[in-house]
């Protein structure tokens, strides 16, 4: 089983940016995606999350309205798009796949784990 992140890279504050996580070897249909950051001397804390069937999302009150999560699941990948992005956005950021169908922000309730892509927002 492995999750592959691309996307990522540097841009201006305001600007956007996009990454994906495709899923090799499990379909993860049942299961739910999260997409956690984890800056230089910071925990790692859940950014966005999505249910297995896609209909709730979750996404932690600093990015409301800036980020949106996808899937797709016919391509067994989840994005994740963000939009006037911040200096403060700057982080790694790491798809997960969770253990259950519903969405946790315990990084202990995700079981595979992308590599990570990194985000750097300029000012």
């Known amino acids: 089983v492995q999750l592959q992140a691309s996307g990522g890279g540097l841009v201006q504050a305001g600007g956007s940016l996009s990454v994906s996580c495709a899923a090799s070897?499990?379909?993860?249909?049942?299961?739910?995606m999260g997409w956690f950051r984890q800056a230089p001397e910071k925990e790692r804390e859940l950014v966005a999350a999505?249910?297995?069937?896609?209909?709730?999302?979750f996404y932690i009150d600093s990015v409301k309205g800036r980020f949106t999560i996808s899937r797709d699941k016919a391509k067994n990948t989840v994005y994740l798009q963000m939009n006037t992005l911040k200096p403060e956005d700057t982080a790694i950021y790491y798809c997960?796949?969770?253990?259950?169908?519903?969405?946790?922000?315990?990084?202990?309730?995700?079981?595979?784990w992308g590599q990570g892509t990194q985000v750097t927002v300029s000012s």
């Open positions: 070897g499990c379909t993860f249909s049942n299961n739910a």
């Open positions: 997960a796949a969770g253990r259950f169908a519903r969405i946790s922000s315990s990084a202990r309730d995700y079981t595979y």
């Open positions: 999505m249910n297995w069937s896609g209909g709730t999302a």
